[in-house]
């Protein structure tokens, strides 16, 4: 499975924008963006004068910024794009609700982890399970109506002990609810745009691929 390996702080003062891949320390004084809020590099420090971007550019970085606040390599975000634009609807708009459905993306969504790369690495463990049954692939799509929870054994587990205590600090989407005393939550309907605080220009996205 290929996956992103290097140093994700890059990522965010590439975007120009904290794009929250470490959870809580990106919160943090320690985080590198406060620090150096510009692109890694000998030169990075003098993207600010640069001249102005062109389309392509600007296509481009919504493109890769989108992939990356959802941890999704290219082939697999192009995809996903295919999917969103066989659906009604405004292509754009589709492929942010499909990349929200993604189970390790709900499961941060609702609390369980800090971070998408941390829900990610707890769904490849296996630790959560769909209306009942083990799932531990992160690209799963949730539906209406899906249950998804903390599997029996995983909650002896010491980091979803000490999860119960920080648990109800914890801000969920509106489109999805929880129950923190049996680490279960529920998708009552699918996101909408206004639902996704993530900014994304997705129009440029389907301008990149429409070139």
Known sequence: MARYNDAVCRLCRREGEKLYLKGERCSSPKCAFERRPYPAGQHGKQAQFRKKDSDYSRQLRAKQRARRVYGVMERQ?????????????????????????????????????????????????????????????????????????????????????????????????????????????????MPERKDIDITIEEQLIVEYYSR
């Open 77 to 189: 975000f192009r995809r996903y794009f295919g999917a969103a634009e066989q659906r009604r609807g405004m292509t754009g708009t589709n492929l942010l609700i499909m990349l929200e459905s993604r189970l390790d993306n709900v499961v941060y969504r609702m609390g369980f982890a800090t971070s998408r790369p941390q829900a990610r690495q707890l769904v490849l463990h296996g630790h959560f399970g769909v209306n009942g049954r083990k799932v531990d692939v992160p690209s799963y799509l949730v539906q209406p109506g899906d249950v998804v929870a903390v599997r029996p054994n995983s909650q002896r587990n010491v980091f979803f002990r000490e999860l119960v205590q920080d648990l109800p600090h914890r801000s969920i989407a509106e489109w999805l609810s929880r129950d923190d005393e049996t680490l279960s939550g529920r998708v009552m309907a």
